[in-house]
């Protein structure tokens, strides 16, 4: 069997220390876990904050918009048969 010959490194450093990969690996994971968390927060208020159409409860002119019955901005259906009279 033959021996190969192992070139030695041509700078020689020391190996970085364990403590040192143990925090670059925490910093490194904390910060993707912090972009993950801003990402699923900005996915989820605009979704909730969104300008939907199908949310009757608001009122587009603002809370002191409504003052009666007259000032809905939905209009107003007359119920199934109210108009017609059967004879």
């Known amino acids: 069997m033959a021996e190969h010959y192992v070139r030695p490194p041509l700078i020689a450093v020391e190996p970085p ?3 040192a990969a143990r925090w670059r690996f925490r910093i490194v994971v904390g910060l ?3 972009v993950v968390i ?4 900005l996915l989820l208020f605009t979704v909730i904050l969104s ?3 199908g ?3 608001l009122n587009p002119q603002g ?3 409504a003052h009666g019955l007259g000032s809905s ?3 107003s259906v007359p ?3 109210a108009g017609a009279r059967l004879s």
């Open 63 to 65: 809370l002191g918009g």
């Open 38 to 41: 801003g990402l699923l927060a």
């Open 51 to 53: 300008n939907s159409e």
């Open 79 to 81: 119920p199934s048969g």
């Open 55 to 57: 949310n009757p409860g």
């Open 17 to 19: 220390s364990p403590r």
């Open 73 to 75: 901005t939905v209009a």
């Open 32 to 34: 993707i876990f912090l």
